[in-house]
T-cell receptor
Framework: NAGVTQTPKFRVLKTGQSMTLLCAQD?????MYWYRQDPGMGLRLIHY???????AKGEVPDGYNVSRLKKQNFLLGLESAAPSQTSVYFC???????????????FGPGTRLTVT | KQEVTQIPAALSVPEGENLVLNCSFT??????LQWFRQDPGKGLTSLLL?????REQTSGRLNASLDKSSGRSTLYIAASQPGDSATYLC?????????????FGPGTRLSVLP
C-alpha cells in the first residue's frame, strides 16, 4: 500500500495564479483532511471530508476550495494565490464511523508551496 | 476554544537516556489524543493514539499516558537513540462524532546525541 500520496511535492506560483493539489489514499478511508503548517502556527485544518461527495470547512478555509468526487481522492484548489498562502500543505486520512470511530490520522509527505 | 501546548519546545539529550515529552490541553472534553513524529521536510507519522477512555498506550520503547481531568498527556521514550531525533507533536480531537476539529500542539524538537 502506498498510504497517502500528494502531488506535486513542490510548487512556485505567482500571485493571482491558480493551482490544484491532489491527495490520494489507498486505505479505503472515509475521512480526508487538508492542513497547512506554518512556522510558529503549527498545523491548522483547512477543509475536510467525511465521505465521497461531501466537504466541510475547517479552521482556516478562506481562499481555498476542495472537492471529493471519488472516495480515494481529495483535491485542494487555490483560485487566486496570495503570498499568505505560502506554506507546507499536508493531506491526511482516517477511518470514520465505519472503522470503529478511532479517527487515527495518516499523513501524506506534504507539498511545499511558495507564492511570490 | 481548545488550545494545545507542548513543553519543552526543544530538548537535547545524550543517547541512552529515558525522556518525557509533555502535552497539555485546555478543554478536557476530548475524544482522543494522538502522538506523531515529524522528520525534517517530511510528513507526520502516527506513533500512538489514546482514546479518551484509556489511560495509556504502549508501542515498543514508547509509552503515552493520558489524564483527561488535568488536561495532560506525556510521551515517554525509553533508552533514546539518535534515530529518535525528530519533532514530536500531539493532537487532540474534539469530543463528538461529527465535527473534525483536531487541534495540534506546536511540537517538541528532540535531538538525541550519539
Amino acid at each position: 500500500n502506498a498510504g497517502v500520496t500528494q502531488t506535486p511535492k513542490f510548487r512556485v506560483l505567482k500571485t493571482g495564479q491558480s493551482m490544484t493539489l491532489l491527495c490520494a489514499q489507498d486505505m479505503n478511508h472515509e475521512y480526508m483532511y487538508w492542513y497547512r503548517q506554518d512556522p510558529g502556527m503549527g498545523l491548522r485544518l483547512i477543509h475536510y471530508s467525511v465521505g465521497e461527495g461531501t466537504t466541510a470547512k475547517g479552521e482556516v478555509p478562506d481562499g481555498y476550495n476542495v472537492s471529493r468526487l471519488k472516495k480515494q481522492n481529495f483535491l485542494l484548489g487555490l483560485e487566486s494565490a496570495a503570498p499568505s498562502q505560502t506554506s507546507v500543505y499536508f493531506c491526511a486520512s482516517s477511518y470514520g464511523l465505519a472503522g470503529g470511530l478511532t479517527y487515527e490520522q495518516y499523513f501524506g509527505p506534504g507539498t511545499r508551496l511558495t507564492v511570490t | 476554544k481548545q488550545e494545545v501546548t507542548q513543553i519543552p519546545a526543544a530538548l537535547s539529550v545524550p543517547e541512552g537516556e529515558n525522556l518525557v515529552l509533555n502535552c497539555s490541553f485546555t478543554d478536557s472534553a476530548i475524544y482522543n489524543l494522538q502522538w506523531f513524529r515529524q522528520d525534517p521536510g517530511k510528513g507526520l507519522t502516527s506513533l500512538l493514539l489514546i482514546q479518551s477512555s484509556q489511560r495509556e498506550q504502549t508501542s515498543g520503547r514508547l509509552n503515552a499516558s493520558l489524564d483527561k481531568s488535568s488536561g495532560r498527556s506525556t510521551l515517554y521514550i525509553a533508552a533514546s537513540q539518535p534515530g529518535d531525533s525528530a519533532t514530536y507533536l500531539c493532537a487532540v480531537k474534539r469530543d463528538d462524532n461529527y465535527g473534525q476539529n483536531f487541534v495540534f500542539g506546536p511540537g517538541t524538537r528532540l535531538s538525541v546525541l550519539p
